[in-house]
């Protein structure tokens, strides 16, 4: 009895773990479209940046619900991790090893990163604590220079080395995460779990490639030269 209930509570997390994993997926994906944006120029960025800010009451029920959903999101994931390990005495057989890809065996060390990477990166960007003097420049419209504070950031080779480390294990986190969501929620059948891989593959490459051409695209002076 005390089984079934383990496994069905188990089980449970496992489900919203999935689902809000898969909210926070969409989250990255409108966010680096957003940030798109920085090509086409700091009118478009800004006013893309003005745009959402106009709307407190959205803004911060999104904000919220996206700290909520991460909150429960790590909390569920890392009690599951906890779970699986206290289950399972004995380390890994190799064989086990090989039939777990890299990615979902490192589940606990890219998400670790990628707290750390959002922590610095809320810190860095929306609070502006590392370049004060950028942070609340306004531009020749009199909004908030968003453009700015980017180009700003990636002309700096630490700020890139630390955006890239991000990047790694985000591209890594989302990889697996897709795919593992997709399997957890969908059926177990070999075509399905083929193709779901190949969604989260496409899904990471999608966000850590779009991310990487703003990086880069700024560091090389191609954008706001
Ligand atoms: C090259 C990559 C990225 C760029 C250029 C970027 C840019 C920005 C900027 C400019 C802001 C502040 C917006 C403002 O002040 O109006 C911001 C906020 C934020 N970013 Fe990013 N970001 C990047 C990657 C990421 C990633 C990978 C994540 C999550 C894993 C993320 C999560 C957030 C969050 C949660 C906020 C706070 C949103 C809010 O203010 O409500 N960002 N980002």
Request: glycine share 10%; charged share 10%; hydrophobic share 55%.
């Amino acid at each position: 009895m005390r089984h079934i209930s383990h496994f069905q509570s188990s089980f449970g997390s496992r489900v919203v773990v999935a689902l809000m994993g898969l909210g926070l997926v969409g989250f990255v994906v409108f966010h680096m479209l957003g940030n798109l944006q920085v090509f086409e120029g700091p009118e478009a960025l800004n006013s893309y940046a003005a745009t959402l800010r106009d709307m407190p009451i959205l803004l911060w029920a999104a904000r919220i619900g996206l700290l909520g959903v991460v909150i429960v999101h790590i909390t569920l994931a890392i009690r599951l991790a906890l779970r699986n390990r206290r289950a399972r005495p004995v380390a890994y057989a190799v064989r086990e090893y090989r039939r777990a890809s890299l990615a979902s065996r490192t589940m606990a060390l890219t998400g670790s990163v990628l707290v750390l990477f959002i922590v610095f990166h809320l810190l860095h960007l929306t609070a502006g604590i590392a370049d004060p003097s950028v942070h609340n420049r306004l531009d020749a419209a009199g909004r908030l220079d968003v453009y700015g504070k980017v180009v700003h950031a990636f002309q700096n080779p630490l700020y890139v080395a630390l955006y890239l480390v991000g990047q790694l294990a985000l591209g890594v986190h989302l990889s697996h995460a897709v795919s593992g969501s997709l399997q957890t929620l969908g059926i177990e059948h070999a075509a399905f779990n083929r193709l779901f891989k190949r969604a989260g593959l496409a899904v990471g490459l999608f966000v850590v490639l779009g991310n990487l051409a703003i990086i880069f695209a700024i560091f090389f002076g191609i954008v706001g030269a």
